[in-house]
């Protein structure tokens, strides 16, 4: 599936040789004119700072993407136009939850990101389960 506009294109491919997960594409081709938005880490706190879902993946998960949704609005951007998601879980956490919530969020929007994910030992504060960071591309319209 691609992105189009009238210059610049994104465009996401599973090759046939390389594994197909319905959770995330393998490659994303960006040509033309666009808008490169990277969000740092971010982590399961509001706007306070105070820590959401102690102790719950699933919770901090969704805290996490509401940040992410807040920082691409604030570039003009939107969940969809994410093309790559690194994750980083404490070592022990159950994915299933964190997946479940990931995919409450993210719907049924078309244009799967690429995704890397990897198990850490800890993170910046010992109540964090979980840290997710994003690359999403705007084509200009």
């Known amino acids: ?8 294109r994104v ?7 390389l594994h197909q997960n319905p959770a995330y594409s393998n490659v ?9 938005v990277y969000v740092g880490g971010q982590d399961a706190v509001d706007a306070s700072g105070a820590i959401i879902g102690k102790g719950d993946l699933g919770v901090q998960t969704e805290q996490i993407l509401r940040n992410i949704e807040a920082a691409l609005a604030a570039a003009g951007a939107r ?8 994750l980083f ?15 409450r969020v993210w719907g049924n929007r078309p244009n799967r990101p690429i995704i ?15 840290e997710m960071d994003a690359i999403a591309v705007v084509p200009e319209t």
């Open 116 to 130: 890397t994910m990897a198990f850490v030992a800890g993170l910046a504060h010992p109540d964090f389960l979980v």
């Open 28 to 36: 994303v081709v960006v040509t033309g004119p666009a808008k490169t």
């Open 79 to 86: 969940l969809e136009h994410v093309i790559k998601w690194n």
């Open 89 to 103: 879980v404490v070592q022990g956490q159950s994915l299933r939850e964190g997946f479940a919530a990931f995919q």
């Open 1 to 8: 599936m691609a992105q189009d506009s009238p210059s610049g």
């Open 11 to 17: 465009q996401y491919l599973s090759p046939d040789t």
